[in-house]
């Protein structure tokens, strides 16, 4: 079964999380895995129910907070 829009842009998000874990051989996230992410968002509210476009409200602002750690 493929992964609707709502999953990948959660896993892109939750991946890039992860990815500040240096020291497990992840990368912190460049400009352009936010800016992808961001869209992946933004493509899976198009067709999100209302309980996930919450979820999607609540990704972005993560991504938004750590736009700010750096």
């Given at each position: 079964m493929e992964k609707n829009l709502f999953q990948q842009a959660k896993d892109m998000v939750m991946n890039m999380m992860n990815g500040q874990n240096q020291?497990?051989?992840g990368h912190a996230p460049n400009a352009s895995d936010k800016?992808?992410?961001r869209k992946a968002i933004q493509a899976a509210r198009s067709e999100a129910?209302?309980?996930e476009k919450q979820q999607l409200q609540?990704?972005?602002?993560q991504l938004d907070e750590k736009n700010q750690l750096h």
């Amino acid at each position: 079964m493929e992964k609707n829009l709502f999953q990948q842009a959660k896993d892109m998000v939750m991946n890039m999380m992860n990815g500040q874990n240096q020291n497990q051989g992840g990368h912190a996230p460049n400009a352009s895995d936010k800016e992808a992410a961001r869209k992946a968002i933004q493509a899976a509210r198009s067709e999100a129910t209302p309980e996930e476009k919450q979820q999607l409200q609540q990704l972005e602002q993560q991504l938004d907070e750590k736009n700010q750690l750096h």
